[in-house]
């Protein structure tokens, strides 16, 4: 859980904050905004009917050998397998993702 504290260790009241309260995005702004650019992250559709996803779509197989990594070297026991995977096929793979412009945070 993210904890904001409006408040900073005077009891003032901190500036440049911003914070979700339900579904409305509150912003304090030490400053007069006059211009505000948002994004947001859309969690993929993984429907195989539907199939929607960027990254899977453009490198797809980096979350397939990422997630076989993982269980091989974690939850099946193989580890030296795992390594393996995630010694000589996953850098390239991040490197593709690099390159075309996606970060690679998670992986």
């Known amino acids: ?14 500036p440049d904050v911003a914070y979700l309260a ?45 997630a076989a990594a993982m269980l091989l070297s974690g939850i099946i026991g ?3 397998q795992g390594d393996d995977i995630t010694k000589n096929w996953l850098p390239e793979l991040l490197h593709q993702i690099d390159v075309i412009g996606l970060p690679a945070q998670g992986m």
Not at 45 to 65: G, M, R
């Open 78 to 80: 193989h580890k030296d």
């Open 22 to 66: 339900g579904t409305t995005l509150n912003v304090r702004s030490g400053t007069q905004i006059q211009h505000a650019l948002a994004g947001y992250y859309r969690n993929p559709t993984i429907d195989p009917v539907i199939f929607d996803s960027w990254i899977a779509a453009t490198v797809p197989y980096a979350i397939t050998l990422k």
């Open 1 to 14: 859980m993210i904890q904001i504290c409006f408040f900073d260790r005077y009891s003032l009241e901190r």
